[in-house]
């Protein structure tokens, strides 16, 4: 029976409701989860185990037709299944089927297919068709084996093993997302079951994307030896003094530091912290580094990171990448230091102002207090501005005992001696562009972007303004007017949802 004679199972038409509900729920659980194995790991997808979780059949399919849907604005061309991965013919009840075009279609390759169930507007059950992926018999057994994969735990990382780096492009990917979204404490449990040698071999190959590097050199730092930290110190000062930003500096400055511990971060201060003609980015990265220990790993003291940290105060241009961990880490000794930097601060360094009185709002010390109410009496606006944004816009910190900080945040008439540093909830990130309060005012100055991207002129005001009350005023409405965009965000994203699952 071909597509043409069925009633009861349909073609895709754009994204159904059951497809974009799992969407949804897919990006609120990565969002919501908690410390993942690969914290610099960007592009973290869905598996293949949790996309075969919400299908009915899984195929192997040849194209069979070039000919178009003639109902639908959607090119579609035909496919017939040689393979049935999930589900089978009788129940599929069709010889072949409509699907998307991929897109790069190829007569002679076959396709992995997704097909779920839905119900149409009579109540009839149909199968909407996922975009087809090329697959080879080799990936087509690995997929048939995820049947039997183990259970989210340390033993689901050990199967994944023998899977990274697979010379098959779609089974890469996939050990890939598994690690990437696996808990970090899971990956430790089998750090004597990873392949040592193999991870330092693909790390040294810049020819695999950054992003896998990112992944083999957070393993390495579980599973490495301390000459293993050697090495990687060629490689951190060769990614420094490249003309275009290296995205592993970060995940290979965590390494380093996970292998050497405390004795490393000389080194770092003196290679990016502390060296002249670095870019903003490449200290952007060093900072992330820093902030996974202090936050996800041991080995090194807070109070020997927090002394790298405060290097950067000494560069206006890159200082507004560590107030927000000095305040959520409770370092007040650099109080005296930041209450200069604001009053020092020119045209060109306009974007600390903020993050400095989250800071002092933060401070529990009096001449927090004060410094605030005379700030309040001079940028009234700028204070006003401080409250609206939450201090953490980027990585969520896993709570502990030293990282004891209010999780309201004031309106404009709060008392200046509240500490609002926004809200505090267990777990990690999915890479990372990790902004902060770097972010709030990149949003003011440029836009929200990955650090990487931005330069110091890019942070800094145009210099038509006429006084530093009107710089603040430039960026009240700059910023208010970025706050609306992302409240407007929110709200469309719910209704979205909200119109995903509502009844027909």
Known sequence: MKLSQQTEIQACRGMPRAVAACLAAILLLTFASGVFACPFCAAVSPSLTDRLKGARFAVVARMVGSALSSDSSIRE????PVRFLQGDERALGVQSFMAPIPQQPD??????????????????????????????????????????SPEPGPERVAYFIPFLNHADPLIARDAYNEFGAAPYEDVKAV?????????????????????????????????????????????????????QQDAALDAMVACYLTLS????LPTIDELILEADGVSLGNRQSAVLALRFHGEEETKIP???????????????????????????????????ELVTLFDESSSDHKFL??????????CPLPHATTALRKIEQEHPQVVALASVFPFELGRRRSPDAARRLPDSIPSESADVGDHPLGEKTSGGEQQESDNGVEGINAAAEVGEQDIGDQSPSGRSQPDNANS????????????????????GLGILVVLTILLILRPW
């Not at 890159?318 to 000095?326: G, N, Q, T």
């Not at 530093?468 to 409240?487: E, K, L, P, R, Y």
Request: aromatic letters at 8%; proline letters at 4%.
């Open 77 to 80: 061309i035909e496919f017939a």
């Open 468 to 487: 530093a009350n009107s710089q603040d005023s430039h960026s009240i409405f700059t910023n208010a007017f970025v706050g609306i965009m992302f409240v």
């Open 107 to 148: 007569a002679t390759l076959s396709y992995f297919v997704i097909g779920a169930l839905e119900a149409d507007v009579a109540g009839r059950d149909r199968v909407v068709w996922s975009l087809p992926t090329p697959v080879s018999e080799v990936a087509a057994d690995y997929i048939v084996g995820l049947g039997d």
């Open 261 to 264: 511990g405390e004795a490393g």
């Open 191 to 243: 750090a004597g079951q990873l392949p040592r040698a193999k991870l330092k071999e693909w790390i040294a190959d810049e020819t695999i994307p950054s992003n896998d590097r990112r992944l083999y050199l957070t393993l390495l730092g579980v599973c490495g030896e301390l000459k293993d930290a050697e090495s990687l110190v060629a490689m951190i000062q060769r990614s420094v003094n490249k003309e």
């Open 302 to 336: 807070r109070s020997a990171l927090l002394e790298s940290m405060r290097l950067l105060l000494k560069q206006p241009e890159a200082a507004d990448l560590v107030i927000r961990d000095l305040a959520r880490w409770e370092d007040w000794s650099v109080l005296e």
């Open 353 to 362: 102002r903020v993050p400095i009185i989250k800071y002092l709002q933060a």
